[in-house]
Structures are given as C-alpha cells and as structure tokens.
C-alpha cells in the first residue's frame, strides 16, 4: 500500500525522532537517518531513507521526483545513523543506468511492498514485472554510501 505524500510531512519528522532515540530498533532494521549538507544553502539536512546492506555499502532508492539527492551528487560527506550508531560515509549518486536498474530490482526482491513507491507492478508470484521495471528505472535514483574509516 502506498502512503499518500502529504503523509510523509508528518511521517518523516516522526521517523527522524524514532531513529534518532533508544527506541530506534522499532524501525532501524531497514530505515536509516542521512544527514547531508545542502550544496548551495550550506544547510545540514536529515531524512529518513529505506536501505538495503551489501557490504561496507548502503544503498538508499528515491525518486528522482525529489530533491534531497542532488546534494550527493558528484559526491558527499555523510552521516549515516544506522541501528542507532552514527558513521561517516561517502555519498554518491549512481549514474549508470543499467546497473540502477539491477539494483533496483534486487531492491524490490527484499522490499516488495515498496514496489508501489516506484511505480513499478508485481507479477502473480511477487517479482517485478520486467516492462514496469524498466519504466521505473529511468525515474528512480541509487544513492550508494560507503563507510570512510
């Protein structure tokens, strides 16, 4: 079920609270806080962003309907509050569109319910279906993060 956006102005300040407190093991285990400097305000910014784990990488999916990845793009400086510890990360957007399109489908595999966020329809047994795949591809953003020591 999608959640209308006017929500989310009530969602997200509600979700930066929980994530950011000791009862953040409600929603940590696939949400995390990025906290990013705006390019051309200078202002830090914090949102509440669904991630999937691979490695020393943490990839977020938006849309690119929104704003808040451009400040990442060509890359950034992070804060990442995952699991409610704070780390520093190097932020980057991903370009290359056939490989988004991977990644946004190993997305969905793990977050199915997400698929309608993207724009993107289910086959019976709960894959994404390959043509709204593809659509989807094109409008959505890859924000990868790797841990700086």
């Known amino acids: 079920m999608k959640l209308p956006e006017p929500l989310f102005v009530i969602i ?3 979700m930066r609270l929980v994530l950011s407190s000791p009862l ?3 929603a940590s285990g696939s949400l995390l806080l990025m906290r ?3 390019r051309r305000s200078g202002i830090w910014r914090t949102t509440p962003l669904r991630y999937v784990e691979d490695g020393d990488v943490l990839r977020c ?3 690119r309907n929104t704003l808040w990845w ?3 793009q060509g890359g950034a400086q992070v804060t990442l509050t995952v ?3 704070r780390q520093g990360c190097e932020a980057s957007v991903v370009t290359d569109q056939e490989r988004a ?3 946004l489908a190993a997305y969905l595999d793990e977050f199915p319910q997400d698929a309608a966020y993207h724009d993107v329809s289910l086959t019976p047994s709960g894959q994404p279906d390959p043509e709204s795949l593809e659509r989807a591809a094109s409008n959505s953003v890859v924000v990868e993060a790797r ?3």
């Open 61 to 63: 999916f938006s849309s």
């Open 70 to 72: 451009r400040n990442l």
């Open 24 to 26: 953040h093991f409600v």
């Open 83 to 85: 699991r409610g510890k």
């Open 36 to 38: 990013y400097r705006g």
């Open 101 to 103: 399109r991977a990644l």
């Open 12 to 14: 997200n300040p509600l």
């Open 147 to 149: 841990r700086t020591p």
